[in-house]
Each structure stands twice: as C-alpha cells, then as structure tokens.
C-alpha cells in the first residue's frame, strides 16, 4: 500500500485546495531560502575582438588570394590630367 498518498484519502475539494496552496507557499519559501544562501554569481564579461584595418586585408587576402595587393595598383585607375578639367577659356 502506497502511505505518501493516504493522507489525501477522503478530503472534499476545498481540503485538497488548501493543501495544495500549502505545498506551493512551502516550494516558493524553499526556493526564496536557497535562492538566499547562494552566492551571487559573478562572471567576467569578456569584451568582444576588435578587428583592425591590417587583420581585416590579412584575412580578406587568405580568403581571396587573386585580390591580394589591389589596393596599392596603380594600374587600373584612370589618372584625369589637369588639361581636360579646364575649361576653354573663350576668345576675347
């Protein structure tokens, strides 16, 4: 015979209300108590990794080795002479 649920035997449903509300008041209290024995916990926060300008060439040319070094060739930029920016100066 099973002894941990005889004392439920024969109770209207008020009675069972009351010792369910008991039950709930007793877990929160014990939680509450053990919540309060315990130490804070307390974690170092770890800062994220700034990637700088150099990192970001360095990876960008081991991902994509055929572009390493574009941003120094001079050879496909088109260099606008200073002649072309001006404009002809009208006869007088």
Known sequence: MDFGSAYLFNKNPEDMRRVGTLGGRARARNLRLRKASQKPVIRELS???????AEAIRRIDALCPWLAGVERCE????????????RAAPHA
Not at 47 to 53: K, L, S, V
């Open 47 to 53: 800062r994220p990794h700034t990637e700088t300008a």
């Open 75 to 86: 050879a496909g930029r088109r260099v606008s002479s200073p002649t072309r920016l001006r």
